[in-house]
């Protein structure tokens, strides 16, 4: 089950990052070319190439965590033994795990306040856009609480 869970995962931060990136991408090109060959600008796809960014960003950080990429001071880490490593290893990513989980009920229910609100050029639902903070968070604990559990199986002795 762990092994699908993170497939899983890892399918879904990288096809929403590529479609998010790839949308973003041909967005602003459509915008280029109808400001500055056509002198015609359109008005909706920056507004598009913000909201595709905003996903861009949380899906990203998931990807930065998966690949274990991310800011670290791994100085002292390093110097730990393997054991100790391990150990907090297990202890840091649950307690990251536990904050991201957390925000996620206030996330939804300020989604539920505001997420009808359509935005300003494209109609779309706020709750579209404010939809990647919750997503984001929750992917993140679902790679943490995965890498959380494969470290603690080896502190245990088991290699699963």
């Not at 973003?24 to 960014?53: H, K, N, T």
């Not at 100085?75 to 840091?92: N, Q, Y």
Request: charge should be positive; glycine fraction near 8%.
């Amino acid at each position: 089950m762990k092994k699908s869970a993170e497939e899983l995962a890892g399918i879904m931060e990288t096809w929403l990052g590529a479609v998010a990136f790839i949308s973003m991408f041909f967005a602003i090109v459509l915008q280029v070319l109808f400001r500055y060959v056509l002198g015609d600008p359109l008005v909706w796809p920056f507004e598009f190439s913000v909201y595709c960014y905003i996903y861009v960003i949380y899906i990203g950080a998931v990807m930065a965590a998966r690949r274990q990429t991310h800011v670290a001071f791994g100085l002292i880490f390093e110097s730990l033994p393997e054991r100790t490593r391990l150990a907090l290893s297990v202890i840091t990513n649950l307690f990251i795990c536990v904050i991201f989980l957390a925000t996620i009920p206030s996330s939804m229910a300020y989604i539920k306040m505001v997420g009808g609100v359509p935005s300003t050029s494209l109609a779309i639902p706020w709750g579209v856009v404010l939809a990647a903070f919750p997503l984001g968070m929750g992917l993140m604990a679902l790679t943490l609480g995965l890498r959380a559990y494969r470290d603690a199986m080896f502190f245990i002795g088991r290699r699963g």
